[in-house]
Nanobody, 123 residues
Framework: QVQLVESGGGLVQAGDSLRLSCAAS????????MGWFRQGPGKEREFVAA????????YYADSEQGRFAISRDNAKNTVYLQMNGLRPEDSATYYC????????????????WGQGTQVTVSS
């Protein structure tokens, strides 16, 4: 059974940083894209970032460009999201995603999802 378990969310102030982690189990994703999505209150789930299997290609949504950094450790079957300069509008539940089909850019259809970790940024 595949499981993606996110951690690292919390309540922070505007301008602070957080590092989200997502540990996968049940199968290896070392040959698959992985990524992060988020869903704010009353909003649809949206793409945040994706990383290719090798880590050589990374893509970010426009609003996260320059503030967020995605990385992965294939030996640990884990993907990370470093978030700097957090803003109140970044408040959302952040979901890890893995496998599926990555077409490039923000076109990513994951096969597996985590349960989500809450990030709340106060002003």
């Amino acid at each position: 059974q595949v499981q993606l378990v996110e951690s690292g969310g919390g309540l922070v102030q505007a301008g602070d940083s957080l590092r989200l982690s997502c540990a996968a189990s049940g199968r290896t994703f070392s040959r698959d894209a992985m990524g992060w999505f988020r869903q704010g209150p009353g909003k649809e789930r949206e793409f945040v970032a994706a990383i290719s299997w090798s880590g050589g290609s990374k893509y970010y949504a426009d609003s996260e460009q320059g503030r967020f950094a995605i990385s992965r450790d294939n030996a640990k079957n884990t993907v990370y999201l470093q978030m700097n300069g957090l803003r109140p509008e970044d408040s959302a539940t952040y979901y890890c995603a893995a496998g599926g089909t990555y077409y490039g850019g923000n076109k990513y259809t994951p096969a597996f999802w985590g349960q989500g970790t809450q990030v709340t940024v106060s002003s």
